[in-house]
């Protein structure tokens, strides 16, 4: 059974391998390795922005979440490539909405890279509404948003 935790100092290394492993297969298309890749874990840890999925012990899924501009941010979510089509990162996303919610957010934003195709439909799947496209730190980013239904 999945479980949301916040992450420990114990979850820094195991989630940038994470995100290497999740990412990785992305780089080749955009040309350079995706901006989660070389994400500061210890400092998502440190501030407490970051959770983990764990299943049986082992952490199957990272969830980095911010505050800001009266929205809550989901800056980043990776599964590992091994857990991926089990529910994870959907486990993972209803999280973030319930965080949202819990903070008074009416919102939940996101952003992908344009090159990460099958993230625009699952996204979208999942009720995010794509709202720009822009270029923002060098990648082509696709903006989302979600609007909540109070709890």
């Known amino acids: 059974m999945v479980t949301i935790r916040p992450a420990a100092q114990d979850d820094v290394d195991v989630s940038a391998e994470l995100a290497r492993q999740a990412y990785g297969h992305y780089t ?17 840890m440190r501030e407490a922005t970051m959770w983990v999925a764990e299943d049986d012990g082992r952490v199957v899924g990272l969830l980095v ?8 941010l989901l800056d980043n979510v990776a599964v590992d490539p091994s857990a991926q089509g089990r529910g994870v990162g ?21 952003y992908t890279n344009e090159a990460m195709t099958e993230n625009l439909g699952y996204y979208s799947h999942q009720g995010y509404v794509e709202t720009r496209r822009a270029e923002q730190d060098g990648y082509r980013r696709v903006f989302f948003t979600k609007r909540l239904a109070p709890a």
């Open 28 to 44: 080749a298309r955009i040309g350079r390795p995706p901006a989660p890749v070389g994400a500061d874990y210890a400092a998502a």
């Open 65 to 72: 979440l911010l505050d800001g501009d009266g929205r809550l």
């Open 90 to 110: 959907a486990r993972l996303l209803a999280f973030a909405e319930d965080e949202a919610r819990r903070r008074g957010h009416d919102r939940i934003e996101l």
